[in-house]
């Protein structure tokens, strides 16, 4: 039985761009373990030994058409202890974001490469 997601893995081109953001802007630790493959990478940690992985690899995926409110597109979700703090860290970096369409609590936006990303504080499911 699935317990969890180990990782989820993005494509970037430029990997010291794409640390600056995923490592200075949304503060995610780099964890220094990964091991030597044949292309350039890097692991990031989150919590409950949850990681992202970033691949300096072609990409196959054209990021034109691609919706511009990431909550349309293919994303990764993820949890963060201050929605509104992460906000200011991304309007001080100048990354563009949209609120979730939904009136959640939750925005999306895009990293240097176009990979999407939800933040939300809670995904607890509304009651029906």
Wanted: include cysteine.
């Amino acid at each position: 039985m699935i317990k969890s997601i180990a990782h989820a893995s993005f494509l970037v081109a430029d990997l010291a761009t794409s640390l600056k953001f995923y490592c200075d802007v949304l503060q995610i630790p780099l964890n220094s373990n990964r091991p030597k493959f044949a292309y350039d990478g890097a692991w990031l940690d989150l919590d409950n030994k949850q990681q992202l992985h970033l691949m300096v690899l072609p990409n196959p995926d054209s990021t034109d058409g691609r919706p511009e409110h990431g909550g349309r597109d293919r994303h990764v979700a993820l949890l963060v202890e201050d929605l509104e703090a992460l906000a200011e860290r991304l309007e001080q970096a100048g990354v563009e974001f949209s609120r979730s369409k939904s009136g959640r609590a939750a925005f999306f936006c895009r990293d240097p490469d176009g990979n999407a990303l939800e933040f939300a504080e809670d995904f607890t499911p509304p009651v029906k």
